[in-house]
C-alpha cells in the first residue's frame, strides 16, 4: 500500500509543481489560476482510477495487493469529485471578485457537462450496492466519458497555453494520454485481451452442499502463482460474466481449481451448469495474502468459503519452524467445506479446529484464546464475511492473546457495500 500512496503522491505533487513553476498567463488572477490547478488535479485523479481499473499486473506491486488498490480507487474518485468541486467554487469566486478570465470558446463550454456526468457517476458508483459485479464495472468503465469531456473542457478554456512547451500543458498532456489509454483499454479491450489463461474443466465435484470444486486443466501457456492469490474467471460458453475467485489448490502450472459458492444469481447459475469440457479463461493472478513473512507463531481463522486460501496454504506445504492453530467455522452441511480433506491432514504444525455454527455457534475471541493460550505473540490470518472479522476482531481484543498483525484481504472488494463478489459474496 505504502508504495501506492507515495506514487500518487509523486504524481500530485508533480502536477502541483508543474502548475507553479508555469508562468502565469494572466497578471491579477490568482484565484482564477488556483481554480484551473484544482480542474487539472481532478483530471489527473481521474485519470489515476481509470488507470487503476485495468487491472494492471504492477497494481498488485505498488498497492500490497489488487483488494487495496480497488479502496484507494474509490477514495480517488471522491477527492476527484472534491476537486471539481473547488475547481468549480473558484471560478465563481473568481467571477465574483472581478478577476480578468481568459475567453472561453466552444469547445471549453463542456465544463458543465463533465461536472454533471462525473457527478452522476460518482453517485451511481457509490450509492449502487445490489447491481451485480459486472454492470457496476461497465458504469465504471464509461468513466471515461466525463474524463474526455474534461479534457475538451481543459483544451478549451484553460488561460495556459495546452499547445506550448510549458511544464504545466505538458503534464496535463501526459494525463490526457495515460488517462484515454487507461480508459479505452479497460473499457474495449480488457475483456478479450486481459484473460490470457485458458483452461478446460476436468471435474466438477461438490464439496458442500451450496459449494462446488471446479478444476480446470490447462490449455494455453501455465500460469505462475503463489498460494492464497486469486484471479478474474470468465465462463463464455456458459454467459459467466467477470468474478473473482480465489485459486484453491497449491501453485501448479497444470491446474487451477476453483471453489465457488451459489450465491448469487450468476454463480448459482454457473454451478448447476458447469460440467467437464468448458472451458475458461483467467486473468491475474493478483492478491499478496500471504502468512510467510509473519511470526512463527500463527492463527488462521475461516468463515464458511474463506477457506480457500487456506486450503492453498496447507496443499503447497508449510515451512518448518511454522506453529499454526486453523480454526474454520462454517454454517451447516450446506457450507461446510473441505471437512474430509481436514479431518485427513497429517501435520503437526497445523492443528485443526473446525466449528459448526449450527449446532455449536460461531468461533469467539474468547474460546480462540482459550485454545490457543495467552504466553507467546501470534499473527492473525483471516478469510471470511467482513461481520465475522470485526466481531473476532473486537473480541480478540477483549482477551489476554498478545496479537502482533491481524491480516486480511478485502474479502468484498470494488464497490462499497457489497464489492465486487469474492467466491462467497452476495451478488
Known amino acids: ?13 508533480a502536477a502541483i509543481v508543474g502548475w507553479l513553476v508555469t508562468p502565469a498567463p494572466i497578471a491579477g488572477a490568482p484565484v482564477y ?35 487495496k488498490a480497488y479502496i484507494l480507487h474509490k477514495w480517488m474518485g471522491i477527492g476527484s469529485l472534491g476537486f471539481v ?3 468549480v467554487a473558484g471560478l465563481l469566486t473568481a467571477r465574483g471578485a472581478g478577476e480578468p478570465r481568459s475567453p472561453v470558446g466552444p469547445l471549453g463550454r463542456g465544463g458543465a457537462m463533465a461536472v454533471v456526468l462525473f457527478v452522476v457517476l460518482i453517485l451511481i458508483a457509490l450509492v449502487a450496492q445490489r447491481i451485480n459485479y459486472e454492470t457496476w464495472r461497465r458504469i465504471h468503465g464509461l468513466m471515461i466519458v466525463p474524463f474526455a469531456v474534461g479534457l475538451v473542457h481543459y483544451y478549451g478554456s484553460t488561460s495556459y497555453n495546452p499547445f506550448e512547451l510549458s511544464a504545466f500543458g505538458l503534464w496535463m498532456d501526459l494525463v490526457a494520454l495515460f488517462g484515454l489509454i487507461s480508459g479505452a483499454y479497460t473499457l474495449l479491450v480488457y475483456s478479450r485481451a486481459g484473460f490470457g489463461f485458458s483452461y478446460t474443466v476436468s471435474k466438477v465435484r461438490r464439496v458442500s452442499e451450496d459449494i462446488v470444486e471446479i478444476t480446470g486443466h490447462r490449455a494455453g501457456r501455465p500460469m505462475t502463482r503463489a498460494a492464497g492469490q486469486f484471479v478474474f474467471v470468465q465462463f463464455p460458453s456458459r454467459g459467466f460474466p467477470s468474478h473473482p475467485f480465489t485459486i484453491s489448490n497449491a501453485p501448479d502450472p497444470d491446474t487451477v481449481q476453483l471453489t465457488i459458492k451459489a450465491a448469487g444469481d450468476d454463480t448459482i447459475a454457473l454451478t448447476a451448469a458447469v ?36 486450503r492453498s496454504f ?11 492453530d486453523f480454526f474454520y467455522g462454517y454454517e451447516g452441511a450446506r457450507e461446510g467445506a473441505y471437512l474430509d480433506e481436514l479431518a485427513a491432514l497429517d501435520n503437526p504444525a497445523l492443528r485443526i479446529h473446525t466449528r459448526d455454527a449450527e449446532a ?43 496479537v502482533a498483525g491481524f491480516h486480511y484481504e478485502q474479502f468484498k472488494f470494488g464497490r462499497p457495500g457489497t464489492g465486487a463478489p469474492r467466491n462467497d459474496d452476495t451478488e
Open 33 to 67: 489560476l488556483l481554480a484551473q490547478l484544482f480542474g487539472a488535479l481532478a483530471l489527473t485523479g481521474l485519470a489515476c482510477t481509470l488507470f487503476i481499473s485495468t487491472r494492471a499486473p504492477v497494481l498488485d506491486w505498488l498497492f500490497g495487493g489488487l483488494d
Open 360 to 402: 455449536e455457534g460461531f468461533w469467539t475471541g474468547t474460546a480462540i484464546a482459550e485454545v490457543v493460550g495467552t504466553d507467546t505473540p501470534v499473527d492473525i490470518y483471516f478469510c471470511g464475511p467482513p461481520q465475522m472479522r470485526a466481531d473476532l476482531r473486537r473480541e480478540l481484543k477483549a482477551t489476554a492473546l498478545p
Open 275 to 310: 460440467s467437464a469440457g468448458d472451458k475458461f479463461v483467467t486473468s491475474g493472478p493478483y492478491g499478496r495474502f500471504t502468512y510467510l513473512g509473519g511470526a512463527k507463531r500463527q492463527i488462521w481463522l475461516a468463515g464458511g468459503i474463506g477457506i480457500t486460501p487456506f
Open 314 to 324: 496447507w496443499q503447497a506445504g508449510i515451512p518448518e519452524g511454522f506453529q499454526i
Open 85 to 87: 468541486v473547488v475547481h
Open 1 to 13: 500500500m505504502k508504495r501506492g500512496i507515495v506514487a500518487l503522491a509523486v504524481i500530485a505533487v
